[in-house]
C-alpha cells in the first residue's frame, strides 16, 4: 500500500497568491482529515469528510481555506488568497472509518513570503 | 470540551534509563492512541488503546490506559538515541475527530 499521498511536499509562494494543496487517502479509507502544524499553535484540525462529504470545518481559521473532496480517492485544500500567516505543515490522513487510527501522509511544507 | 494534556513538555534523558510520559484527558473516550513525530517528518501511529488496562508493547515502548483515572502513560525502558521524537496523544472527542496534546519531545543523549 502507497500510504496517504500529499503533493507538492514543498510549496513556496508570495502573499496574494492560490495554494491548491492535493492528497490521495488510502484506498479503502472513508475518513480524511486535513491538519496544520506550527510550533505555536501546534497540531490543528481544519477539515473532516467522511464517504466524501465535510462533516466539520470549524477548524478552518477563514474564508481564504476552501476543501473539497470530489471522489473518494481525492482531495484539496486551497488558500486564496495566501498570506505569511498561513506558513505551516499541512498533513492529510485518512483512516478506513472515523473513530479509527488516523494515517498520515508526508506533509506539505507551505511559505507564504 | 475534551482536553487532553501531556507531561512534560520537553524531556531530555540519557541512554539506558527509564522514562514516563503522561497524558490525561479531561472527559470520558472510548479509545487512546499515541503517535511518533520524527523532526521534519509526518506522525506515525504506534498504539491504540481501546479498553481499560490495555497495555501494548513494541521494543522499548509500553503504553498503558487506565480509564477510570482518565491516564495514558507510555514507558521509555533502557532507552537509545533512535528514539528521539515527539510523542502525541490523542484521544475520541465529539464527532469522531481526534482530540490532541500538545506532544512531548524527547531528546534522548548517548
Request: glycine share 6%; proline share 5%; hydrophobic share 35%.
Amino acid at each position: 500500500d502507497a500510504g496517504v499521498i500529499q503533493s507538492p511536499r514543498h510549496e513556496v509562494t508570495e502573499m496574494g497568491q492560490e495554494v491548491t494543496l492535493r492528497c490521495k487517502p488510502i484506498s479503502g479509507h472513508n475518513s480524511l482529515f486535513w491538519y496544520r502544524q506550527t510550533m505555536m499553535r501546534g497540531l490543528e484540525l481544519l477539515i473532516y469528510f467522511n464517504n466524501n462529504v465535510p462533516i466539520d470545518d470549524s477548524g478552518m481559521p477563514e474564508d481564504r481555506f476552501s476543501a473539497k473532496m470530489p471522489n473518494a480517492s481525492f482531495s484539496t485544500l486551497k488558500i486564496q488568497p495566501s498570506e505569511p500567516r498561513d506558513s505551516a505543515v499541512y498533513f492529510c490522513a485518512s483512516s478506513f472509518v472515523a473513530a479509527d487510527t488516523q494515517y498520515f501522509g508526508p506533509g506539505t511544507r507551505l511559505t507564504v513570503l | 470540551e475534551l482536553k487532553v494534556e501531556q507531561n512534560p513538555l520537553f524531556l531530555s534523558m540519557q541512554e539506558g534509563k527509564n522514562y514516563t510520559i503522561y497524558c490525561n484527558y479531561s472527559t470520558t473516550s472510548d479509545r487512546l492512541y499515541w503517535y511518533r513525530q520524527d523532526p521534519g517528518k509526518s506522525l506515525e501511529s504506534l498504539f491504540v488503546l481501546l479498553s481499560n488496562g490495555a497495555v501494548k508493547q513494541e521494543g522499548r515502548l509500553m503504553a498503558s490506559l487506565d480509564t477510570k483515572a482518565r491516564l495514558s502513560t507510555l514507558h521509555i525502558t533502557a532507552a537509545v538515541h533512535d528514539l528521539s521524537a515527539t510523542y502525541f496523544c490523542a484521544v475520541d472527542g465529539s464527532n469522531y475527530q481526534l482530540i490532541w496534546g500538545a506532544g512531548t519531545k524527547l531528546i534522548i543523549k548517548p
